[in-house]
């Protein structure tokens, strides 16, 4: 199966990591509009940073188009009809399972996809941090709470959180590993519609030092 893939540094190697099966020929590429110079693949994955904008799959007329679009819901895009979001924030893609969310017209596709591949994945509803991401910039989002309130320090908090709830990592440890900005613009489009996800005052103040 020939696939074309657009990814740099971390999401690459994860990428890589899957050990696709030999039969895989992929196609990197350094831009969405270079996908459009293969219209005789099966699949196409552009796993960069969010934001994406549909006009550069419009060559693409029937294979799926897996794109890293966490935050963005297929509704908002208003893109072509075989777009397929699928979680790659750091750290996300060579988990067992991937959360995907596609149109109907699509779906069966984006399966065979991803069985040739032998990736495990779930469909998920369109919804902004489809559902490990958003329970997760939630956590994350307590813990940045928890510091502003001086119940402890980032190490500590970590630390309690691995013993105490056996998590792969600490809140921090993950907002580092995730990318803090992801989770930030997350909260902030989830906290529009939701006061649950309304962001810590300690955690803004961190964006802020970092802009």
Known sequence: MKIVVLAHGNTKEEFLSKKNPEQTEIIWVDTAEE??????AAAFFNLSDEPHYPDD?????HQPVFINAVTATLA???GIPNLVRINA???FLNR?????????TIKEKAAEVLEFL??????????PGMISARVIAMIINEAYFALGEEVSTKSEIDIAMKLGTNYPFGPFEWSEKTGLANIYELLKKLSLSDQRYLIAPALEEEMKLKA
Do not use: T
């Open 96 to 104: 067992p399972v991937i959360e995907i969310a596609a149109g109907e």
């Open 35 to 40: 996908m459009n110079r293969h219209p005789d």
């Open 76 to 78: 908002e895009m208003r």
């Open 118 to 127: 032998a990736w495990g994945y779930q469909f998920v509803a369109d919804v």
């Open 89 to 91: 924030w750091p750290n």
């Open 57 to 61: 799959y419009n060559g693409i007329m």
